[in-house]
């Protein structure tokens, strides 16, 4: 198999839910955990693996970086195009005014704090 191991990843995740479409609603996707996945990936690819815990680390960092994985919860991901736009907003969209305000007052805080710095030097 010549594809990257995020390659076989994505296909992993669409093939796993093209398997439970005749279970469940097609529009209903079921995320993996990350380790079952890399499992996977590492399985398929008959990747050598000297040690496990890199190996997994290295895969996971790829996964983590590519634009078509996403994070669900729980240890689980899935492919970024099951999910609306809303759900990948930023951070900052989600934040409710009152994290907003004390996130706002804390960079204040620290702003003060750095002239301060510079002035004392």
Known sequence: MNSTDVEVAAYILAEHNADLENVVDSSSYEPMYFKDLI???IKRKKKPVQSL???ISEIY???NMDGRFTYRND???GL???YPMEKKSSRGARTTSRES???EKKKASDTHKFESIQENN
């Open 101 to 103: 305000a004390a996130h």
């Open 61 to 63: 960092t790829q996964i």
């Open 39 to 41: 499992l996977e990936v």
């Open 75 to 77: 240890g689980k991901w």
């Open 53 to 55: 815990p890199e190996a």
């Open 80 to 82: 970024t195009e099951w």
